[in-house]
């Protein structure tokens, strides 16, 4: 067991029965009250936002996560499948873990998955850009420049985002994973 003073981000602690991140914690000494941590964080199930606050020394159970690098192969309904690319080992994630992250894997697509002590998956990481083609939105018209005008298109793995009305079928285009929303156009 450790302490609240080993709070950091991106630290994995087991708190009411769910395993969460810490996003953010910060140690706050108001005037005459006794100190505490006012934690900000992700329970890893859900995905759902959580603050707390801590007691200055009040003991936490952190969690052991090793993370490797992964390579995405293929989803078979609500599993998907990942290649370890050291030791080319596979493994099934189901879609709960995967989460938001489903709507920007292609397959190839290099990932970081963090697994605890037992092997279970807790924690999936795609890059924050990713290139992908545009599979369908309306076509473009000459001179659609001049706007900060959107429109919405399709990509290849399915997902729907908002994109410049000079976007056309076919164009590969970079993608926030952390937004999801429009970064560049990629030239080939």
């Given at each position: 067991m450790a302490t609240t003073a080993d709070l950091r981000v991106g630290a994995v602690i087991r708190y009411q029965g769910d395993l969460c991140v810490v996003l953010e914690s910060v140690h706050r000494?108001?005037?005459?009250?006794?100190?505490?941590?006012?934690?900000?964080?992700?329970?890893?199930?859900?995905?759902?936002l959580r603050e707390e606050r801590f007691r200055s020394g009040e003991t936490i159970e952190f969690v052991r996560v090793e993370t490797n690098d992964f390579q995405y192969l293929f989803r078979d309904g609500d599993v998907f499948t990942f290649m370890d690319t050291n030791t080319?080992?596979?493994?099934?994630?189901?879609?709960?873990?995967?989460?938001?992250?489903?709507?920007?894997?292609?397959?190839?697509?290099?990932?970081?998955?963090?697994?605890?002590?037992?092997?279970?998956?807790?924690?999936?990481?795609?890059?924050?850009?990713?290139?992908?083609?545009?599979?369908?939105?309306e076509p473009g018209v000459r001179g659609d420049t001049a706007t900060n005008?959107?429109?919405?298109?399709?990509?290849?793995?399915?997902?729907?985002?908002?994109?410049?009305l000079f976007i056309n079928e076919g164009d590969l285009i970079r993608i926030d994973t952390t937004t999801g929303s429009y970064l560049d156009r990629v030239k080939e």
């Open positions: 000494t108001p005037g005459n009250l006794r100190a505490f941590y006012q934690v900000k964080m992700r329970v890893i199930k859900s995905g759902k080319y080992d596979q493994i099934p994630v189901m879609a709960e873990v995967v989460g938001d992250a489903a709507k920007f894997l292609k397959e190839g697509t290099e990932v970081q998955i963090g697994r605890d002590d037992d092997g279970n998956v807790v924690t999936l990481a795609v890059p924050q850009h990713v290139p992908l083609r545009i599979t369908h939105t005008a959107l429109k919405p298109a399709t990509v290849e793995t399915g997902a729907s985002i908002m994109v410049p």
